[in-house]
């Protein structure tokens, strides 16, 4: 068996030089960097704890404060310093987006390649099951999973991964199983190389860049299905902070206070756009469909 004959892997030489050279990919980059720096830095960056009440934090009526020099995105209904809880909050968005995108991972990788490779009656079962997944509305199977569970961070990073490992499992399937048709693996097959050898050496390489591109716009969908979760009161409970429970216990003030909505959700909706801008380019970049057009 020659080199000629090996497939080349998805993933090009010079890939993380193409992709510093699309501006879009660096803003995204650039956000998220951003938002990783503030939430680790969050007691640096701000006087007042998530969960503290100040006694000069509402109006004499008892409504929040707009934003200003002493809070400066104001407070919320209870007095507490917002920059802070969506600060803080950040922590809680990433922390459930790398968690349970990478069970995710795990859980979709080991699905669709061993159904891809194996197929049979192993296939068969395995994408089956993923098809009975696909069935369930994804919000909807979190909703009752999260309400069978106490919610909490950890168990909310468990639940999105059981209702979005799902998509992975399919494409890694298709993929997979064109690999596994390959005249390199039937050579391997024929020199005596186990399963193991096959799938650790010749399959899994290849499915790196499918994998990492996945991984990085599966961040995405995390980060607007726990806020989604976290509004509907079925998330990360409070006082924790988390960005859709700050939307969802100050959604009263939606007319007289919407600096308590506007500002965390414009933090959602930046975080999903800087992993869906960093996933895109990843996709072009590690496309070897896509060499020598940038």
């Known amino acids: 068996m020659t080199d000629a004959s090996l497939p080349k892997i998805a993933a090009p030489r010079g890939a993380l030089a193409r992709l510093m050279r699309r501006k879009l990919a660096l803003f995204g980059i650039a956000l998220i960097v951003l938002t990783v720096g503030a939430a680790i830095a969050a007691p640096w960056l701000t006087s007042y704890a998530p969960q503290e009440q100040m006694f000069d934090g509402l109006t004499i009526e008892g409504a929040p404060l707009p934003p200003g020099d002493a809070f400066v995105l104001g407070t919320d209904l209870l007095g507490r310093d917002?920059?802070?809880?969506?600060?803080?909050?950040?922590?809680?968005?990433?922390?459930?987006?790398?968690?349970?995108?990478?069970?995710?991972?795990?859980?979709?990788?080991?699905?669709?390649?061993?159904?891809?490779?194996?197929?049979?009656?192993?296939?068969?079962?395995?994408?089956?099951?993923?098809?009975?997944?696909?069935?369930?509305?994804?919000?909807?199977?979190?909703?009752?999973?999260?309400?069978?569970?106490?919610?909490?961070?950890?168990?909310?990073?468990?639940?999105?991964?059981?209702?979005?490992?799902?998509?992975?499992?399919?494409?890694?399937?298709?993929?997979?199983?064109?690999?596994?048709?390959?005249?390199?693996?039937?050579?391997?097959?024929?020199?005596?190389?186990?399963?193991?050898?096959?799938?650790?050496?010749?399959?899994?390489?290849?499915l790196v860049p499918t994998i990492i591109v996945w991984g990085t716009l599966g961040i995405s969908t995390t980060v607007l299905l726990e806020a989604t979760l976290s509004f509907l009161g079925v998330g990360v409970q409070p006082p924790t902070p988390s960005w859709g429970n700050i939307i969802f216990e100050n959604q009263t003030y939606f007319q007289s206070a919407p600096w308590l909505v506007f500002f965390p959700g414009a933090a959602i909706l930046v975080l999903a756009l800087a992993f869906n801008l960093v996933g895109d380019a990843l996709r072009d970049v590690l496309d070897p469909t896509q060499r020598g057009r940038d």
């Open 82 to 206: 917002l920059f802070s809880r969506i600060l803080y909050g950040a922590r809680t968005s990433l922390i459930i987006g790398v968690v349970a995108n990478g069970l995710a991972l795990v859980i979709g990788t080991l699905v669709g390649v061993t159904a891809g490779y194996f197929r049979g009656w192993i296939g068969t079962v395995l994408m089956r099951f993923t098809d009975l997944m696909m069935a369930f509305p994804a919000l909807l199977l979190a909703i009752c999973l999260a309400a069978i569970f106490q919610p909490s961070l950890w168990i909310v990073a468990m639940v999105i991964a059981l209702v979005n490992w799902v998509q992975t499992a399919r494409v890694l399937y298709t993929e997979t199983t064109s690999l596994a048709e390959r005249e390199f693996i039937a050579a391997e097959r024929t020199l005596g190389a186990g399963h193991g050898r096959i799938l650790f050496l010749h399959i899994l390489p290849h």
